[in-house]
């Protein structure tokens, strides 16, 4: 069983930087692929960023590379997703999840979800 949390959502604007953070309980983190998505306003749940469970490999959207990075440090049990050169476009909730299967990310299907944090980027 994991427990997510989220947070560094809030209000920036176009072209700043902000990092989400996501806490998760349990002492068996490590074992666990860890994903962020988002989910805009009339939108489905979309697939961001991916990474591994000893962090050796990480998958990206295309709308992200290049932009937002992720890591995580098992030793505190978080992940993160730094974002840089926001865009209006990536306005939504950002949600951090957990599977102990490694693909499963790309179809949204993880076993465990946080409950999100909103990021506004104004133009």
């Known amino acids: 069983q994991v427990q997510l949390a989220e947070s560094g959502g809030g209000l920036v604007q176009a072209g700043d930087s902000l990092r989400l953070s996501c806490a998760a309980s349990?002492?068996?983190?490590?074992?666990?692929?860890m994903g962020w998505f988002r989910q805009a306003p009339g939108k489905e749940r979309e697939f961001v960023a991916a990474?591994?469970?000893?962090?050796?490999?990480?998958d990206y959207a295309d709308f992200v590379k290049g932009r937002f990075t992720i890591s995580r440090d098992n030793a505190k049990n978080t992940v993160y997703l730094q974002m840089n050169s926001l865009k209006p476009e990536d306005t939504a909730v950002y949600y951090c999840?957990?599977?102990?299967?490694?693909?499963?990310?790309?179809?949204?299907?993880?076993?465990?979800w946080g409950k999100g944090t909103l990021v506004t980027v104004s133009s």
């Open positions: 990474i591994n469970w000893r962090g050796s490999n990480t």
């Open positions: 999840a957990a599977d102990r299967r490694s693909s499963t990310y790309t179809t949204c299907d993880m076993g465990y």
């Open positions: 349990g002492r068996t983190f490590s074992y666990y692929t």
